[in-house]
């Protein structure tokens, strides 16, 4: 960046070629940073996610969640901003001048959570599939560090696999039971 201030300094004319050819530089390194914030960004949020759902794990526990658990984990997952919407709710209703008063975090908060939802109704989250037992593995060996999320092999985990996921072990005893006979 300061290579290229001082280049511009020296140009003469503001439409000659080298200034052209050093603003077209100077863009292209500004988007190439754009572009890693980007990644940065998007792996920070993949890392809260996760260990969130790290926290709420038993720390014994080595079995992967049934179905049905990680469903509740997910149900328990979409609630984590309840507390923070209740406080947010009350100092809006205490008094008329302060119902502006943390919107913008409000908005935040819904806006999410919709969008997380939808994205589990229909395509899925991005998450560890914890029903998986190397997938549990490699969630509690990660360090936690947003760098190494890119690491892990991320599932889309939507409300019909677990229902899917729900319905095979039934299937599976059933025609266990048949064999048997």
Not at 19 to 37: E, I, P
Not at 71 to 97: C, M, P, V, W
Not at 163 to 181: F, H, I, N, S
Request: with cysteine; charged share 35%.
């Amino acid at each position: 960046q300061t290579n290229l201030r001082k280049e511009l300094e020296k140009c003469k004319h503001p439409n000659s070629r080298k200034t052209k050819a050093l603003g077209k530089k100077a863009r292209r390194q500004n988007n190439k940073h754009k572009v890693r914030l980007g990644h940065a960004i998007k792996s920070n949020i993949t890392g809260e996610k996760l260990s969130w759902f790290l926290g709420q794990l038993d720390e014994d526990r080595t079995a992967p969640l049934s179905p049905q658990e990680f469903e509740d984990l997910i149900a328990l997952y979409f609630t984590r901003f309840d507390e923070e919407l209740e406080q947010i709710n009350l100092k809006q209703s205490i008094g008329k001048h302060r119902a502006n008063q943390h919107a913008a975090r409000k908005d935040v908060i819904t806006i999410t959570l919709d969008k997380e939802r939808s994205e589990y109704r229909s395509g899925g989250l991005e998450l560890l599939n914890l029903c998986d037992p190397l997938k549990l593995k490699m969630l509690r060996d990660w360090d936690g560090s947003a760098l190494s999320v890119q690491h892990l092999k991320l599932d889309l985990v939507s409300h019909n696999m677990l229902q899917r996921l729900k319905e095979t072990p039934k299937e599976a005893t059933t025609t266990g039971d048949q064999m048997e006979v």
